[in-house]
């Protein structure tokens, strides 16, 4: 990874490629990514009214800012307005409705001086998504919904697109998860201790890089990116969106970012929707992305992949 482009005017093949081989790509604010996140807004603002969202956690005791995250963060993840917005910024940046599956946006927050950090506002230890079952060829999709700074925002580690970590992902498997974790974030509120793959061996988490965009900028990276929340103390709450995408051309060549260390079972293939109809992804990849495909270095990867466009 070396380069974080800005407004790419790229086809969405020629983006996704980019984005596989570890680029960041950053869009400036759509129309929809400014509904979806003045939509959140709207709703951040009701949930803590009469305080300010990003600054409620001075005033609120910590389990009832828990709660309210707790009714606040699934009446987002489940509004229909939430998909609408994103069918519309598919659209705006030119990604194929037909050919584009995403998932449900969450709502995140990384509140302030270590105010809540566990349950439903983890702070994420540094991991890539694909170490939680997501398929090579997941794109993230990140925006925040109020401005953002260095000291509030996500970072990426560079140093491991390409370098494997030592990592409990083969413990991981995505369904065993959502029958026993996923729904309880809430009461961790003091500690977390649902098992999570993590690095298990020391990281060097410098150099680091932090995009700030505006709120509603969009960023783009690939699944496989080594990232982490910053230790959050800016003086504000942060309030992002994210959800991600898969292209079925890509699920159905296999094509993807490298897979350098990720060893989970089960997979995210069944959560997407297609950004035409909302109509799931077929079983028959379902089945076929049970497991991570086999741990390869990048280096070879690249081979392959150079060898593959001449
Ligand atoms: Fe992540």
Redesign the pocket.
Known sequence: MNSIIIDAPATDEKRRELLYRGQLLVYSPTRSSLALVEFARKMAEEAFHPHDPETAQYHVPVERYAAILAEMKPKFIHAPESKKCIQGMLREIGADAEKTYFDVPRMRTSTSDDYLTSGIAYA?HP?R?TWYSAPMCQI?WWMPIYPIVAENAMAFHPRYWSKAVRNGSAGYNYDEWNRTSRHNAAQFVKQDTRVQPKPEEPMELDPQIRVIAPPGGILLFSAAQM?SSVPNNSGRTRFSIDFRTVNIDDVAARRGAPNVDSACTGTTMGDYLRGSDLAHISQEYFSSYQAQPPIRKAEEFEAAASVHAS
Do not use: P
Request: proline share 0%.
């Open positions: 994420f991991h998504d993230n990232h």
